[in-house]
Nanobody, 121 residues
Framework: QVQLVESGGGLVEPGGSLRLSCAAS????????IGWYRQAAGKQREMVARIVGGGITDYADFVKGRFSIARGNARNTVDLQMDNLKFEDTAVYYC???????????????WGQGTQVTISS
């Protein structure tokens, strides 16, 4: 059973930085996308950044130039470096893993429990 555990959320002032980490366990397959989504209060969950096939990174427009996603040093981990944080980045951030068939087709999807990121002065 795939499990995703996030860490690194917290409270930071505007312009500050945070680094989120996600550790995936139980991953017995090689074709998957992994990344981060977020959900602000009263809004729909939205993609923030992800690593898709071939190690290609994909970012939402609202974080380009500020956030960076990368594989962690440990196996099956992914980090999200968030710089120049803004009030509107306040949300619960979720790690997401999508098992694929190798051609981009989704076979299963998994979510972490979420970690709160709050930007406040």
């Amino acid at each position: 059973q795939v499990q995703l555990v996030e860490s690194g959320g917290g409270l930071v002032e505007p312009g500050g930085s945070l680094r989120l980490s996600c550790a995936a366990s139980g991953v017995s397959f090689s074709n998957y996308y992994i990344g981060w989504y977020r959900q602000a209060a009263g809004k729909q969950r939205e993609m923030v950044a992800r690593i898709v096939g071939g190690g290609i990174t994909d970012y939402a427009d609202f974080v380009k130039g500020r956030f960076s996603i990368a594989r962690g040093n440990a196996r099956n981990t992914v980090d999200l470096q968030m710089d120049n944080l803004k009030f509107e980045d306040t949300a619960v951030y979720y790690c997401n893993l999508v098992k694929t068939n190798g051609w981009g087709g989704s076979l299963a999807e998994y979510w972490g429990q979420g970690t709160q990121v709050t930007i406040s002065s």
